[in-house]
């Protein structure tokens, strides 16, 4: 079990990130990339990454899997808090580590990988010796490259969809409902946030606060940063509904034509950083029924998501369809130059 102590200071100081974190995706999607979990959203995924980053990846993967265990502990240092602002701001933070850091939680998560099977599970002499951290840092560049950018758009949706619900649980009853909305991964009961994990653990925030993290690529259990010095975050699973597409039909797809038109246009401004159906109705001028089958064409051409947040449907602007409205282009994967 894991148990996350807040004070009135903690709860004031709670804060949800502003977009996926390209380094904490990029780590925890290399643990899915080898177990079984999760098989009908990332099955056809596993599949396509473990081919782009077969071959040519293969001396990368093994190095990845040198430090990363299949399950457990992983180092801290690969998942920097500048990772939050884009690829390139951690990979400069993670080459910036002491080495006394990295010897040392590298120590940690080689007690997870002695014997470790499976794909790419590193050799004995590969568990000896320290990576060279500029080597380490061009590996998880190559791994993103390969198995996460090509689908950061489908990330990025998800990832906006959750903000959409957790931020209206705030609206409506502070952070203390925005804690509650967290289950059933997790649960409130004031002053505790707990949730069932791996190892009994005890976290005491002591008016740092903490920043939840939704992610793609996080399953079953949330994970929290091993040290208990730095900065508090959690990082929990996004609810699922499809498996990542790597790229979008081209022109959206058979149901984009079907945009056309001014009461589509508005419907799709009215959702703007999200709303229910009943709220879409009224902001765009139309029946409640009519909202809900635009919302599904909307949905089906790849520019809206939906989530089911409590007995409500709410519905958000995907990356594709919030750059329609501005009238540019979809944003572009976070990966390394």
Request: glycine share 10%.
């Amino acid at each position: 079990m894991l148990r996350i102590h807040f004070t009135g200071e903690d709860l004031a100081r709670v804060r949800l990130a502003a977009r996926p974190d390209a380094w904490w995706e990029t780590v925890l999607s290399f643990h899915r990339l080898r177990d079984r979990r999760g098989g009908r959203v990332y099955a056809p995924w596993r599949t396509e990454a473990r081919t782009r980053f077969g071959g040519g990846g293969r001396e990368a993967r093994r190095m990845l899997a040198s430090v990363v265990p299949v399950r457990g502990y992983f180092p801290d240092f690969l998942t920097p808090p500048e990772g939050a602002h884009g690829w390139e701001e951690g990979a400069e933070a993670v080459r910036a580590t002491p080495e006394g850091q990295v010897v040392r939680e590298v120590a940690l998560a080689r007690r997870e990988l002695s014997g470790a099977p499976g794909i790419g599970a590193p050799t004995p002499g590969e568990l000896r010796k320290p990576p060279a951290l500029g080597a380490l840092v061009d590996a998880l560049g190559d791994y993103h490259r390969a198995a996460v950018a090509p689908y950061w758009s489908h990330l990025h949706a998800r990832v906006e969809a959750d903000r959409a619900a957790r931020g209206r649980a705030f609206l409506d009853g502070g952070a203390e409902a925005l804690l509650a909305s967290l289950s059933p991964v997790l649960r409130w009961d004031s002053p505790v946030l707990e949730t069932d994990y791996p190892v009994e653990r005890e976290v005491r925030l002591n008016g740092r606060g903490l920043r939840l993290q939704p992610s793609f690529f996080c399953q079953g259990a949330p994970v929290m940063l091993y040290d208990p010095e730095l900065s508090p975050v959690l990082v929990y699973p996004v609810a699922h509904r499809t498996p990542p597409a790597a790229t979008a039909p081209a022109g959206g797809g058979p149901y984009l034509g079907r945009l056309v038109g001014r009461t589509r246009s508005v419907v799709l401004r009215a959702i703007g950083h999200g709303c229910t159906t009943s709220e879409l109705a009224r902001r765009a001028g139309v029946s409640l029924a009519s909202a809900s089958q635009h919302a599904c064409v909307l949905r089906e051409a790849g520019l809206v998501v939906t989530l089911r947040h409590g007995s409500a449907v709410l519905h958000s602007l995907t990356p594709l369809g919030a750059a329609l409205l501005r009238g540019g282009a979809a944003p572009a994967p976070v990966s390394p130059a």
